[in-house]
């Protein structure tokens, strides 16, 4: 609850921090392909880490504190407290788009997950609502969320979303 990340090593037992949040954190991604971090608090920020660094690498702005998110490299998806969902392409910070989630309206958005792609995310409530959505990329390289497979008034719960979308589940607080 400190902000702290911390590593482990299971070989040598030794642990050392990576680098810190300023609130609690809510999600850890690794991308072992890029061998980079991927974290976010109950804060406004994306930190991407590299092993070794003591400061994020870089970072992003979702505008409003950030409840959950995800990442399939280089895809990030991240909910914030307003209802929102940021979708930014970590290689090109300047796709990153806010859309509204018509999900998030009359509860809080509990847990954001992508698909192994990064071309489709799900999208669960605290009142059991759930929603699942494509990303499409326009050409000016911007992110929307189109075509939802699911009536948003569907109740399924998250492990039935999980499975439809074969998606590992996202960390939630």
């Excluded at 929102?84 to 796709?95: E, G, L, R």
């Excluded at 792609?117 to 000016?140: E, H, Y």
């Excluded at 992110?143 to 499975?163: D, E, F, G």
Aim: proline share 3%.
């Amino acid at each position: 609850m400190d902000g702290a990340i911390k590593v482990y090593d299971t070989g040598s037992g030794q642990v050392a921090d990576i680098g810190r949040h300023n609130s609690a954190i809510n999600s850890l991604q690794f991308s072992s392909n890029q061998n980079i971090l991927i974290s976010t608090g109950y804060e406004n920020i994306v930190n991407f880490w590299q092993p070794g660094n003591l400061s994020a690498v870089f970072s992003l702005d979702a505008g409003n504190k950030i409840y959950t998110s995800d990442c399939q490299f280089p895809t990030v998806v991240a909910a914030t407290v307003d209802e929102k969902i940021m979708i930014v392409d970590a290689t090109n910070t300047n796709s990153r788009s806010i859309v509204d989630s018509d999900l998030g309206k009359t509860s809080q958005i509990e847990s954001i997950a992508l698909n192994s792609k990064g071309t489709s995310f799900g999208i669960g409530s605290f009142d059991g609502r759930a929603n699942i959505s494509n990303i499409c990329k326009s050409l000016n390289g911007r992110y929307s969320a189109v075509i939802p497979y699911l009536n948003r008034n569907h109740r399924l719960p998250s492990r039935v979303i999980r499975k439809k979308l074969a998606i590992r589940p996202s960390s939630t607080p």
